[in-house]
């Protein structure tokens, strides 16, 4: 059963930042109700279509492996799940508002299309083909060296800076061109185009194409790896931020995975909501943000606290309520009881023992954590209740 969280009504304040563990539907649709054209920027790189599972190691055992997240098995599933949560994105950008779509060139054309009846033709704005090393090779065709990100507006407002996130020209390698300094030692090139002269400095940047070959990708090796599968680096990110959002701009990741976006946002002062239904991405954000320094503050909600809870792993218990102060809002994904466990107890600052409740609603439930001497104690924001369900 899908579990999400209760949404503040309070967008988060410059270069600060809310992730949201659940799915990304059911948060994308609470969301529309609160922040609709609120957001300035969307990234989305969804699970691709594999039919595999990803996994990562324990660090107290390499043979151990806890699963993060699972590519989807059809191409029909993958697009039924895009074309439903791609009107909610719409609905969240602002006027001035982007899209930013990462995927495969397997599967560009069709997210391209689903993306035209949501946004229009006439608001597709590039194609960006993003290079990555590639061990594989084949003999059936050329080796796939590159995903795409497909961008799209919302309307000709849009906003779009490409000298922003420009790089320095440096030296140029043409012999054609001469090499000069000013008055300054500024060295500059002169270029001569239907009788008019350009001057080019060596030290102003120049704006990136749409083949955004100069940024690395993440290899075991690289400075910014976390072990999270398919993580994207920082600079591609905070170049999609640099070039179309302006600083204090909210941006949105709709699946956060190793959560390079929210950490991009930190260094360029943008505000940022991630979502993602992984634990695994949830304890990933927060060791790289804490890593950073940047203070971690949990969002607060009023709930009720469900009270007498007997840690057990089987069994029915009963349950009664109260109003509690104010807390942090997290949902419980059902999915891995073992990293679940470490990251409540992660979040809470304590450990976490599993308990079994019954409830009675047919709706989503809402849940809390705080941290309740050793334990974590857990909040519901809704009574009613009527079937059972196994909370870890």
């Known amino acids: 059963m899908d579990k999400t969280i209760v949404i503040s009504q309070d967008m988060p304040s410059s270069s600060s930042g809310t992730f949201i563990l659940g799915d990304a539907y059911e948060v994308l649709r609470d969301l529309v109700k609160i922040h609709a054209r609120h957001i300035d920027l969307i990234y989305m790189d969804p699970p691709s279509v ?23 098995k059809t191409s029909e599933c993958y ?19 982007t899209l930013f779509f990462h995927c495969t060139p397997l599967l560009s054309a069709y ?15 590039n194609e960006i083909v993003s290079p990555f090393k590639s061990k594989g090779r084949s003999t059936r065709r050329f080796s796939q060296r590159h995903d795409c990100i497909l ?38 090139y002169t270029v001569n185009s239907r009788g008019k002269k350009y001057r080019y400095y060596a030290d102003e ?45 909210t941006v949105l990741d709709v699946f956060s995975g190793s959560g390079s976006l929210a950490v991009a946002a930190i260094e360029t002062g943008r505000s940022w909501i991630s979502i993602d239904n992984s634990p695994i991405a949830l304890l990933t954000l927060r060791k ?11 969002n607060t909600n009023k709930a009720s606290f469900i009270s007498q809870i007997t840690p057990c792993f089987m069994g029915d218990i009963e349950i009664s309520e109260k109003i509690l102060t104010q807390d942090s809002v997290i949902s419980i ?27 009675k609603r047919t709706d989503r439930i809402a849940f809390n954590s705080s941290h309740v001497g050793n334990n974590i104690a857990l909040h519901i924001t809704f009574s009613d209740y009527t079937e059972k369900v196994i909370l870890m």
């Open 50 to 72: 594999s039919n595999s599972t990803y996994c990562i190691s324990s660090a107290k055992s390499k043979t151990a492996k806890t699963k993060v997240y699972s590519d989807f």
């Open 79 to 97: 697009l039924d799940y895009i074309r439903s949560i791609l009107p909610l994105c719409h609905d969240l950008l602002s006027r001035s508002g």
């Open 151 to 188: 961008v799209y507006a919302v309307s000709k407002a849009y906003y779009f800076n490409t000298i922003n996130a420009g790089q320095a020209r440096g030296e140029m390698q043409d012999n054609h061109l001469k090499k000069s300094f000013d008055e300054d030692g500024r060295i500059y």
């Open 205 to 249: 940047p120049v704006a990136p194409s749409d083949i955004w070959n100069d940024i690395d990708s993440i290899g075991p090796n690289h400075v910014e790896h976390t072990g999270y599968p398919g993580q994207k680096p920082i600079d591609l990110l905070k170049r999609i931020l640099l070039t179309a959002s302006k600083q204090n701009a």
């Open 288 to 298: 790289r943000i804490q890593s950073m320094d940047t203070p971690i503050i949990q």
């Open 111 to 125: 997210i391209r299309i689903e993306l035209d009846k949501v946004f229009g033709k006439k608001n597709y704005v």
């Open 333 to 359: 994904d059902n999915s891995d009881k073992s990293i679940i466990y470490a990251a409540l107890g992660e979040i809470s600052g304590g450990s976490f023992i599993p308990a079994v409740f019954t409830y």
